[in-house]
Antibody
Framework: QVQLVQSGAEVKKPGSSVKVSCKASGGTFNTYTITWVRQAPGQGLEWMGRIIPILDITNYARKFQGRVTITADKSTTTAYMELSSLRSEDTAVYFC??????????????WGQGTLVTVSS | QTVVTQEPSFSVSPGGTVTLTCGLNSGSVSTSHYPSWYQQTPGQAPRTLIYNTNTRSSGVPDRFSGSILGNKAALTITGAQADDECDYYCVLYMGSAIWVFGGGTKLTVL
């Protein structure tokens, strides 16, 4: 059973960066794809990007291109999401999830608990 | 710009049947979008309900089912219960390792 445990809440100033971690256990990290999803207060879920750790391949939603960086440390089975140039609209709960694929059919099958990032001056 | 559409809200009576849909602002949803559905209660992480159009995730009761109806993906809940009252999101795969969430549907059971 895959478990994803995320780092704790953060408060950041506008213009700064935040880096959220997502530690995976269970299963084999090298076979994972990890994705990041965020949810602003009272809003819906928004896909941000994904990483295949074993290949170090990343893909990002166009909206976040240039501002988000997703990385992974295979030695600690931890994925990271760094968002830069923070603004108040980035205040949200950030979730990591594992993408499980069977052939071309992929879905988000295990989720972290979420990390609240608050951007405030 | 790809927009995945869902009904903002829906109501169902206890024991009733409701079908939530997931469409595209341009074009039709097909099985090639590998639609998946997630349930979220306030303050919690999403829970996977349905993937690959119509496959139930482990532990999900069979009163939840997925399908393609016309040009949309659909989530049908039969025999709605009080604890089904929460938010439901669909996700579509758009190719090139890009996924897009729908805006979510807030389901009320009353």
């Amino acid at each position: 059973q895959v478990q994803l445990v995320q780092s704790g809440a953060e408060v950041k100033k506008p213009g700064s960066s935040v880096k959220v971690s997502c530690k995976a256990s269970g299963g084999t990290f090298n076979t994972y794809t990890i994705t990041w999803v965020r949810q602003a207060p009272g809003q819906g879920l928004e896909w941000m990007g994904r990483i295949i750790p074993i290949l170090d391949i990343t893909n990002y939603a166009r909206k976040f291109q240039g501002r988000v960086t997703i990385t992974a440390d295979k030695s600690t089975t931890t994925a990271y999401m760094e968002l830069s140039s923070l603004r108040s609209e980035d205040t949200a709960v950030y979730f990591c999830a594992r993408i499980y694929c069977s052939g071309n059919a992929c879905h988000f099958d295990s989720w972290g608990q979420g990390t609240l990032v608050t951007v405030s001056s | 710009q790809t927009v995945v559409t869902q009904e903002p809200s829906f109501s169902v009576s206890p024991g009733g049947t409701v079908t939530l849909t997931c469409g595209l602002n341009s074009g039709s949803v097909s099985t090639s979008h590998y639609p998946s559905w997630y349930q979220q209660t306030p303050g919690q992480a999403p829970r996977t309900l349905i993937y690959n159009t119509n496959t139930r995730s482990s532990g999900v009761p069979d009163r939840f089912s997925g399908s393609i109806l016309g040009n949309k993906a659909a989530l049908t809940i039969t025999g709605a219960q009080a604890d089904d009252e929460c938010d439901y999101y669909c996700v579509l795969y758009m190719g090139s390792a890009i996924w897009v969430f729908g805006g979510g549907t807030k389901l009320t059971v009353l």
